[in-house]
């Protein structure tokens, strides 16, 4: 990573899959040094072929290569996720992170608004009470929490991130469309929430570059049911959309399944209070750019993450 002036953003990004790497090349494009890790050899070389300073990052060990990097880094963003051990970014540091980056100015942490599980349809905020469902959301509310822990004993700001369904270049409804696996599952009066990800990488630049901290719902205004988004992508594309299917009969695996036992709209209010637009607030403008621009078939990002 060049060391820059002293002025600098310095950004590590641990785990450059699809946002991180978007994340990573708007900060790259706003003049920052930027750094990332990545769990193989030839994601790391694609990432270095973008001007990226890459690490082969397994979660479980730290080369002998990362401190040297990471003693340049101002910007941290962290979205690798957790396991049930925890975050493993946390757990290899031991409490050592100020002294691996002693010019940590921001972290970052990419969480998920699967947090706040069921809410029976309604409107959330920041301020709502999480009940996750599901083991991972468990994980990623201890991991939020032990985030922001760290950062205060740091005296560094910490965001949230939580982050809605993410979409965009090359991972899309046209892309199942084509590759004939969307399907449009109804469930009476389910909606969810999505998020661009060029959307997620603006945000958290700007929640970087303001060194804010707390909680941030990173999600587009219009939750909506998932079989009006494949609908709609279909007849951009000039197709027939996939037959609807009944929730309680679709074959679908545990996984898919599980995400539609959580109803609620996730509302952005707070960081556009603070100035923040996103560029892609609904999926029908959002569909329609990534159609007319033929972006919907390129992979904005690596294949992981």
Known sequence: MASGGSGMMQMMIFGCGY????IAR???GMGAGVAGTTRTLDNATALADEGIAAFV???ATITDELPTALAQVTHL???IPPSPDGDPLLGLSDGALRQLCPRLQWIGYLSTVGVYGDQGGDWVDEEGECHPS???????VDAEKAWLSQGEAMGVPVAI???AGIYGPGRNAFVNLDKGTAKRIVKKDQVFNRIR???IAAATLFLAQGHLSGVFNITDDEPAPPQDVI???????GVEPPPEQLFETANMTPMARSFYSANKKVSNRKIRNLGFAFRFPEYRMSLQQLWTTGEWRRLNGLASG
Request: zero cysteines; glycine letters at 10%; a neutral charge.
């Open 57 to 59: 990052f397994d979660g």
């Open 197 to 199: 990800v060029e959307d």
């Open 26 to 28: 708007s900060a790259r």
């Open 134 to 140: 599901l083991g991972r959301s468990q994980e990623r």
């Open 77 to 79: 963003v962290q979205s």
């Open 161 to 163: 991130l939580r982050l």
């Open 231 to 237: 609908a709609e992508a279909a007849r951009l594309m």
């Open 19 to 22: 946002s991180g790497t978007a």
